[in-house]
Nanobody, 118 residues
């Protein structure tokens, strides 16, 4: 069973930075495409970024140039470096096996909340 534990969220001022981490288990991590998602209050969960097993990345237009996704296969961990945070970025952030999500079989964890406020 795939399991993901997210951490690193918190309160940051506009323009600030946070680095999120996601530890994976029960998944063939090194060959999996991993994604970060977010869900703001009263909004649908959306894809933020994903990274393939080969290191190719893809970002939502709203975060391009500000967020960077990376992975450490030895640690089975995927990261999301978030810079220049904006008032529209607050949400609960989740990670998952991207293709499991696409197939309608996500294994959402608790997520980690991000708040942007002055």
């Amino acid at each position: 069973q795939e399991q993901f534990v997210e951490s690193g969220g918190g309160l940051v001022q506009p323009g600030g930075s946070l680095r999120l981490s996601c530890s994976a288990s029960g998944v063939a991590f090194s060959i999996s495409t991993m994604g970060w998602y977010r869900q703001a209050p009263r909004k649908q969960r959306e894809l933020v970024a994903f990274i393939t097993s080969g290191g190719d990345t893809n970002y939502a237009d709203s975060v391009k140039g500000r967020f960077t996704i990376s992975r450490d296969n030895a640690k089975k961990t995927v990261y999301l470096q978030m810079n220049s945070l904006k008032p529209e970025d607050p949400a609960v952030y989740y990670c998952d096996n991207h293709w499991s999500v696409v197939a309608g079989r996500p294994s959402w964890g608790q997520g980690t909340p991000v708040t942007v406020s002055s």
